[in-house]
């Protein structure tokens, strides 16, 4: 098991930008992002597979964030750079993790919050 600390979130303004990180205390499979806005399920946002630098993203986040990272260390490190964001962004940002192919996500991290102002 891993553990995932993100940092990153805040108050923005609509069409303004952020940038979420989060840094795993091991080596990952995969690594993500989630999201969960009040009183609305947890949904996928973007994931990142190292081996073959693969990226996903949910529809409602393409052509405006970015999922990027770095598993050249013992720690990998993911980031979100999120741009034009809306009011509908608004949300509490999860990073996750897999740590192998046969396994979904095992590790999360405790959550940072992103409220976009209108």
């Known amino acids: 098991q891993v553990q995932l600390v993100e940092s990153g979130g805040g108050l923005v303004q609509a069409g303004g930008s952020l940038r979420l990180s989060c840094v795993a205390s091991?080596?990952?499979?995969?690594m993500a992002w989630f999201r969960q806005a009040p009183g609305k399920e947890r949904e996928f946002v973007a994931n990142?597979?190292?081996?073959?630098?693969?990226?996903?993203?949910a529809d409602s986040v393409k052509g405006r964030f970015t999922i990027s990272g770095d598993n050249a260390n013992a720690e990998n490190t993911v980031y979100l750079q999120m741009n034009s964001l809306k009011p509908e962004d608004t949300a509490v940002y999860y990073c996750?993790?897999?740590?192998?192919?046969?396994?979904?996500?095992?590790?999360w991290g405790q959550g940072t919050q992103v409220t976009v102002s209108s």
């Open positions: 091991g080596r990952t499979f995969i």
């Open positions: 990142i597979r190292w081996s073959g630098g693969r990226l996903n993203y």
């Open positions: 996750a993790a897999s740590l192998d192919v046969n396994r979904g996500y095992v590790s």
